[in-house]
Nanobody, 113 residues
Framework: QVQLVESGGGLVQPGGSLRLSCRAS????????MGWYRQAPGKQRELVAT??????NYADSVKGRFTISRDNAKNTVYLQMNSLEPDDTAVYYC????????WGQGTQVTVSS
């Protein structure tokens, strides 16, 4: 079992930045994928970014604005979000694929003036 705890969400103006953190309850080798998904009201959950073995993957909508990184010593994955837009408003979920897929509880990100 793996518990994931997210933090760092909040309200930000368009063009602003936020950094999300997701800490796992145990050490997980970097070869196992970790990442972020998001779900906006009335929409399906969608991939934002993943990281595995040092390789990253991003949704087209966030390329060049978001950066995923990982600190294995802290069992933590981060999502640095810059140039935020109203369409980025969603609940952001962390996940890890470690034999099974585990999800965090989600953190709300609201981009509004």
């Amino acid at each position: 079992q793996v518990q994931l705890v997210e933090s760092g969400g909040g309200l930000v103006q368009p063009g602003g930045s936020l950094r999300l953190s997701c800490r796992a309850s145990r050490t997980i080798s970097s070869i196992y994928p970790m990442g972020w998904y998001r779900q906006a009201p009335g929409k399906q959950r969608e991939l934002v970014a993943t990281i595995s073995g040092g390789r990253t993957n991003y949704a087209d909508s966030v390329k060049g604005r978001f950066t995923i990184s990982r600190d294995n010593a802290k069992n933590t994955v981060y999502l640095q979000m810059n140039s935020l837009e109203p369409d980025d408003t969603a609940v952001y979920y962390c996940l890890v694929n470690y034999y099974n897929v585990y999800w965090g509880q989600g953190t709300q990100v609201t981009v509004s003036s």
